[in-house]
């Protein structure tokens, strides 16, 4: 799987048992394993309850989990949080979703906070939530439309639909640049075709777009015109 950090988000959105980045060799592959077992019998008393559809003995399994092994307390508020949501307890939710986000921007829990503030009719900070995501997660489809939500519940639904739109052209985009990688680091046809690197590079600025605004980094982009175009096979 790619490594960037972009990737990495967008790929854990569908909620993976674990992410392995290239290159990898047999030894960290069989070791992930090794862990993943480990994991797994340590949640066995949330993943029971969980098929028994019982939130309140997921709640207490998880809270004596997180405090038997402190490796688990995140994972366990995430199984918490679902919990309390199960069980209608919001107000506890949104306190431990508050807290987290105020300790490490957690995208999980951006979008259960946003979620929850838009059932409660709380729009504006909803947005606010959503539009907070974004700036960290750009990547993340869920605050994408989780924002779009709110904005059509605002009545400004011509805001939510250049969201979206938005959302489709980085979809496009994330696309377009894995392919353009692919080709240019493990070229697969048999035949020479140019590359326009400057637009490989511009789109893998983009992708940490975020980040250099969040650190306040500007870029300047002053790229040789020789290196516009290069074949590859």
């Keep these: ?9 967008s790929a854990l959105e ?5 992410y392995l980045t290239k290159p990898f060799n047999r030894a960290s592959l069989i070791q992930r394993l090794d862990k993943l077992v480990e994991r797994k019998d340590a949640l066995k008393p949330i993943l029971q309850a969980l098929d028994k559809h019982d939130p309140a003995a997921v709640l207490a399994a998880s809270a004596t989990l997180s405090q038997q092994d402190k490796r688990y307390a995140p994972l366990c508020q995430r199984y918490r949080a679902g919990a309390l949501r199960d069980l209608g307890r919001q107000d506890e939710l949104e306190t431990l979703l508050t807290g987290i986000l105020a300790d490490r921007a957690t995208p999980w829990a951006c979008m259960a906070l946003g979620s929850l503030l838009h059932s409660r009719n709380q729009l504006q900070r909803a947005r606010e939530v959503y539009e907070k995501g ?5 990547m993340l489809p869920g605050l ?4 779009a939500a709110v904005l059509e519940a605002l009545g400004e639904e011509k805001k939510a639909q250049h ?3 938005e959302a489709i052209k980085e979809s496009d985009r994330i696309k377009d640049l894995i392919r ?8 697969t046809s048999g035949t020479l075709k140019l590359v326009d690197l400057h637009k490989v590079l511009d789109s893998m600025l983009l992708l940490h777009k975020s980040d250099f605004k969040r ?4 870029l300047v982009l002053d790229y040789a015109e020789r290196l516009h175009l290069a074949p590859v096979e």
């Design 180 to 187: 353009s990688l692919q080709e240019f680091n493990r070229p």
């Design 163 to 165: 969201l979206l739109e």
């Design 134 to 138: 974004l700036q960290q997660f750009a």
């Design 144 to 147: 994408y439309d989780g924002l």
């Design 14 to 18: 569908h909620e993976p048992d674990a």
């Design 1 to 9: 799987a790619e490594s960037s950090q972009a990737m990495v988000l």
């Design 215 to 218: 650190k306040w980094i500007a």
